[in-house]
């Protein structure tokens, strides 16, 4: 194979694998606090995608014409709404749940991704349809070979790196990830410090949500299409790369992420047989893994039973 | 069979009462089904489907001369085999249901064909177009009103042949409609033996990302890239095409005429290909009649490519009640005997196996954010070029 599509493929796998870590660190971190698995974590990604695609129709209603004007308040929009869904979600489903079986919260947040999902089908104007996503990132591109570098892809990733600092440097440097991770570790030690459970719980939900939103609003300029069943997918995968990456570990997540997207890559190409396989490809492995190492490929320092 | 004089007794009373204003109570109240897919990913197709033979009933109601009101029954299959059998088996198990005009997602068709044929439910199929839901089995419940893919991807390898295209590359999704496609289309174009297959692609009809198997396709460099499957993923791949900076001719089937498709691509939507059965709804016998009724009832999505199958589906199965009586046997006798039957879609004519033999299929490229038909368009007459055409 020549240099150039490896690189293409390469470009293809990191993409795919950035909006997967995206998804799968918001599964970390609702886990890390709360210990639930919040199954509704996928179709807010969908409804902040949405809400970014209605800021823009309404950007553009209003004359503003510059598109970098646009990204920047769509991404605002659509962060501020989905951390204010998640802290509505976590308030209200999931912290009154709190001493019922873990099993409750699971289901009750599949339920509610299948309303969101639903909702924006029909509530939004024809929102069954695949909505075209504006490209608001410059077009421009450089063929290497058979390398197509778009500048966009590169703008993208560049940013969901930043994100990904972003997180860990809160999450490790500031006073607010101390707290989010003394809830982690021992929830009642937290509350004797003085730690205000019921707000860092909201707190990190909002977290969580607002980058599934970011991911959302990637997923749209990257596809240049959003449609109301983009959440489901992404939800399973994101679920799957936490799982293999160890539930409550960030790093673990962004691995598992990036691992997930290789495997699907790998399985397209590398693979005699129809791509048609390459999600059962993906999966296969991912059983394998978690059959060889049950805890995630980065453990937590304390092991959970869940 | 105490009904009968009944019935009669109070229609001719009713008769007497006022010659116009026959109270529709007087009638007795028949129930008809509609399947379709209306949620999900294709629900567009299916609510348009659905609002169509709606307006069927709705003005076979309004007519003082009907026999029975007439209530619709509405299921959704949501374009899964699993839930279609479901949906299909509620359905049919309803003894008040005589008759039912189903499924646009050949997916669907094929799994509930044996559930309709345990259950002597009559069924009319108005939107898949696998053409084993009819030929698979002799099932004397089964018929249709569309033509199958056989004949649209005979069309279509016959026009990418002509238009001196050598090399295909085939992506399908892989349900049963995907999968037909693929056979079909792969036939025909052996068959005319002028240009060939690179590679074939099967790909899950909900897959989002298709940059790997599109770079897969780029190092293949085809000139045209053969697409069987549904408007959204349809979307979805033509968009990433543009992506990934290939330049080939996007051929589609059915399964991407509809709105849908153009709003979600936008500009990029031109210059792709696609074919269906029967005529484009404005130039079928009674479009425009179809039409203006359809709005005239101001529902809240267009018919989409199916919608005058549906209508004529539902219409087809009201005329045969009105003529033998809610009687789910008589229906099907009847439907056995359909001939150059009128319809809004053209002559209806029923072979052996339940299947209309339409004969026309219609060519359609994207001009200018439309689906205009081939021999009227500026790339048929060479104002304009498709890509990649000499």
Redo the contacts between chains.
């Keep these: 194979m020549d240099a150039g599509l490896l690189a293409q493929y390469v470009m293809n796998g990191l993409m795919l694998g950035m909006m997967y870590a995206l998804v799968a660190v918001g599964f970390t971190l609702f886990f890390g606090v709360l210990d639930v698995i919040k199954f509704s974590h996928g179709d807010v990604l969908t409804v902040g995608a949405f809400t970014a695609l209605a800021t823009y129709a309404g950007m553009r209603m209003l004359g503003v014409n510059s598109n970098l004007l646009d990204l920047i308040v769509m991404l605002v929009t659509a962060t501020l709404a989905m951390a204010f869904l998640g802290v509505v979600i976590a308030r209200y489903l999931v912290m009154p749940l709190r001493s019922a079986p873990a099993l409750n919260t699971l289901l009750i947040t599949l339920m509610l991704g299948t309303v969101l999902r639903e909702s924006v089908r029909l509530f939004y104007p024809q929102g069954a349809n695949p909505k075209p996503f504006p490209a608001l990132l410059p077009r421009t591109s450089i063929d290497i070979g058979d390398f197509n570098l778009r500048f966009d892809n590169v703008l993208m990733l560049t940013a969901g790196v930043l994100v990904i600092i972003g997180i860990q440097y809160l999450l490790n440097r500031t006073k607010l990830g101390l707290a989010i991770r003394a809830v982690a570790q021992d929830e009642e030690t937290a509350r004797t410090m003085g730690i205000n459970f019921t707000a860092i719980v909201l707190v990190t939900f909002a977290l969580g949500s607002g980058l599934a939103a970011f991911a959302g609003v990637m997923n749209g300029l990257y596809y240049n299409e959003i449609n109301f069943g983009i959440g489901l997918y992404l939800g399973v995968v994101g679920f799957s790369a936490a799982i293999i990456g160890g539930l409550g570990s960030i790093y673990g997540a962004i691995l598992g992420g990036f691992l997930f997207a290789g495997l699907q890559t790998i399985g397209t190409v590398m693979l005699p047989f129809a791509s048609a396989y390459k999600d059962v490809f993906a999966f296969a492995v991912v059983i394998a893994i978690m059959a060889w190492r049950p805890t995630g490929l980065i453990r937590e320092k304390i092991s959970e039973r869940v | 069979m105490t009904r009968a004089p009944k019935f009669a007794v109070l229609s001719i009373a009713a008769l007497i009462v006022a010659g116009a204003a026959v109270s529709a109570d007087a009638k007795d109240k028949v129930k008809v089904g509609f399947i379709g897919p209306l949620?999900?990913?294709v629900?567009?197709n299916g609510?348009g489907g659905r609002n169509s033979a709606d307006l069927a009933v709705r003005l076979r109601n309004a007519d003082a001369k009907s026999k029975y009101e007439y209530e619709m029954v509405v299921l959704d299959d949501e374009c899964k085999p699993n839930v279609a059998v479901q949906v299909a088996t509620k359905m049919a198990a309803d003894k008040d249901i005589i008759a039912a005009a189903t499924h646009y997602c050949s997916a669907t068709a094929i799994a509930t064909v044996d559930t309709y044929h345990k259950f002597g439910f009559p069924v009319i199929v108005w939107g898949a177009v696998l053409p084993d839901i009819t030929y698979r089995n002799k099932y004397e419940e089964v018929h249709r009103v569309n033509g199958t893919m056989i004949n649209q991807n005979d069309a279509n390898a016959e026009l990418i042949s002509k238009l001196g295209y050598k090399t295909v590359a085939v992506i399908h999704d892989?349900t049963d409609y995907g999968k037909g496609h693929n056979e079909y289309f792969s036939k025909a174009l052996a068959k005319i033996g002028q240009a060939k297959i690179v590679g074939?692609?099967?790909?899950?009809a909900?897959q989002?990302?298709f940059?790997?198997?599109l770079?897969?396709i780029?190092?293949l460099n085809p000139d045209v890239i053969y697409f069987g499957g549904l408007?959204?993923i349809g979307?979805?791949i033509r968009?990433?095409m543009d992506?990934?900076?290939i330049k080939a001719l996007f051929d589609g089937t059915s399964g991407i005429v509809s709105d849908?498709y153009i709003?979600?691509?936008?500009p990029l939507a031109e210059g792709t290909l696609a074919f269906r059965e029967g005529a484009p709804t404005e130039k079928l016998p009674g479009g425009k009649f179809f039409m203006e009724k359809y709005n005239a009832q101001k529902y809240d999505n267009p018919p989409e490519a199916y919608g005058a199958f549906a209508y004529a589906a539902m219409d087809m199965i009201l005329d045969t009640i009105e003529k033998v009586g809610p009687d789910r046997k008589k229906v099907i006798a009847d439907l056995a005997n359909v001939k150059d039957r009128d319809s809004i879609v053209g002559k209806i004519t029923f072979d052996d196996h339940g299947q209309n033999t339409v004969p026309v299929i219609t060519k359609y490229v994207v001009q200018d954010g439309k689906f205009v038909e081939w021999a009227d368009s500026e790339y048929a007459n060479g104002k304009r070029k498709l890509p990649g055409q000499k």
Excluded at chain 2, 200 to 204: A, C, K, R, S, Y
Excluded at chain 2, 263 to 266: E, P, S
Aim: overall charge positive; proline content about 3%.
């Design positions: 949620t999900g990913g629900s567009v609510i892989t074939t692609f099967g790909v899950t909900d989002q990302d940059t790997a198997e770079t897969k780029k190092a408007t959204p979307v979805r968009s990433q992506k990934l900076g849908a709003q979600g691509l936008g």
